[in-house]
């Protein structure tokens, strides 16, 4: 799935739903959402690079608009910590009598996921999610000062990521305009994170707990 493709498919589930938002005939609803992440970088450069997985977190606003009783469209604005580790071993030109065995790598995003949510069983409140996400590098950090500098902050070049997003989902009331929605969500990259004309590839898997406060009709 080149990066025309998957526009293509934000543009249809956005214009699916934009006479639905203007109409004012559905319930609208918004929230704050917060949560946690285990991101795991797939791939021969994940291989190569010793690259584990580690927990980051997320924050963001929720926008929900229904089209049905059990059907509604999630869009949502997150920034997220992704951290992942890489082994000493694999650095050029760094001790390899360290305390610790890894060093940790910490990359900022901007996130739009974008997905249908789908009621499973009427006035359940259980739900299946199902859409696209796509996500902005904004910055990178290490966990040490020290760094050889022959040493890439990244071991991927791409700024730009997309793919898959879906999960379960419940939602909790609280009172009539008030909710929490309790959420497991994984967001399953589709591009390659390495530069093209590099052998090498390298894909992104983040698997989210998020819990969002919502509020509206």
């Given at each position: 799935?080149n990066?025309?493709?998957f526009?293509?498919?934000?543009?249809?589930l956005?214009?699916?739903s934009?006479?639905?938002?203007?109409?004012?005939q559905?319930?609208?609803?918004?929230g704050?959402?917060?949560?946690?992440?285990?991101?795991?970088m797939?791939g021969?450069?994940?291989?190569?690079?010793?690259?584990s997985?580690?927990?980051?977190?997320?924050?963001?606003?929720?926008?929900?608009?229904?089209?049905?009783?059990?059907?509604?469209?999630?869009?949502?604005?997150?920034?997220?910590?992704k951290?992942?580790?890489r082994?000493?071993?694999?650095?050029?030109?760094?001790?390899?009598?360290?305390e610790?065995?890894?060093?940790?790598?910490?990359?900022?995003?901007?996130e739009?996921?974008?997905t249908?949510r789908?009621?499973?069983?009427?006035k359940?409140?259980?739900?299946?999610?199902?859409?696209?996400?796509?996500?902005?590098?904004?910055?990178?950090?290490?966990?040490?000062?020290?760094?050889?500098?022959?040493?890439?902050?990244?071991?991927?070049?791409?700024?730009v990521?997309?793919?898959?997003s879906?999960?379960?989902?419940?939602?909790i009331?609280?009172n009539q305009?008030?909710k929490?929605?309790l959420?497991?969500?994984?967001n399953?990259?589709?591009?390659?994170?390495?530069?093209?004309d590099?052998?090498?590839?390298?894909?992104?898997?983040?698997?989210?707990f998020?819990?969002?406060?919502?509020?509206?009709?």
């Open positions: 799935m990066i025309k493709n526009k293509l498919a934000v543009i249809l956005v214009s699916i934009f006479p639905r938002i203007t109409s004012g559905d319930n609208t609803i918004f704050a959402s917060l949560g946690l992440g285990l991101t795991t797939m021969s450069a994940s291989e190569t690079t010793n690259l997985s580690d927990i980051g977190y997320t924050l963001g606003i929720n926008f929900e608009q229904e089209f049905s009783e059990r059907t509604s469209l999630n869009l949502n604005l997150l920034y997220s910590r951290n992942v580790r082994g000493y071993n694999t650095l050029p030109n760094y001790p390899i009598n360290q610790n065995d890894y060093l940790k790598m910490s990359f900022d995003y901007i739009l996921p974008i249908i789908y009621e499973v069983v009427s359940s409140e259980f739900f299946i999610n199902g859409g696209v996400f796509i996500s902005y590098l904004l910055n990178t950090k290490l966990s040490e000062e020290n760094i050889p500098p022959n040493l890439s902050a990244s071991p991927w070049t791409e700024k990521d997309y793919g898959f879906f999960g379960i989902a419940k939602k009331s609280i305009n008030n929490f929605v959420e497991l969500r994984d399953l990259g589709m591009k390659n994170l390495v530069d093209s590099s052998q090498y590839n390298l894909k992104s898997n983040t698997l989210y998020l819990i969002t406060w919502e509020f509206g009709n």
